[in-house]
């Protein structure tokens, strides 16, 4: 019951599987209209680092409220990049996950903000070389 303390197996897995069945059932295939260029990825990164990083991490610095005071916990993208497609990350940011930290951004931001961010988190595992440095110089 505890949000800090560790689920067990069995229940991490039904939570992703139905998480994953849920958002593949109601996200739309839409296609992501951020160009992939170098500042277009930076622009997402800082959009990361203002309103993300908090709870989801940095590069070389887990979120420590984000690794140990939510249920369920919250994925640190440095640790382990999402494996989504944009389509589907861009929906869980729009209308967030019920039952946990993660709030809908829809009102608070305009689209082309959230798809900015997807399209950098979206790519963590082959960043260009100047978005990498970018990602890996931390404040």
Wanted: aromatic share 12%.
């Amino acid at each position: 019951m505890q949000a800090t303390s560790t689920p067990p197996l069995w229940e991490r897995a039904i939570a992703r599987m139905a998480f994953n069945a849920s958002v593949a059932r109601r996200a739309a295939r839409v296609p992501n209209p951020i160009p992939i260029r170098d500042e277009e990825l930076l622009n997402g990164l800082r959009i990361y680092r203002d309103g993300c990083a908090g709870c989801h991490g940095d590069y070389g610095r887990p979120s420590d409220w984000g690794t140990e005071g939510f249920y369920p916990r919250v994925p640190q993208f440095a640790v382990t990049p999402p494996r989504k497609p944009d389509w589907q990350l861009y929906w869980i940011v729009k209308h967030g996950v019920r039952y946990s930290g993660m709030g809908a951004w829809e009102r608070l931001v305009p689209d082309s903000t959230i798809w900015r961010v997807v399209t950098f988190l979206s790519r963590l595992d082959s960043l260009p070389p100047p978005v990498d440095a970018a990602w890996r110089k931390t404040g």
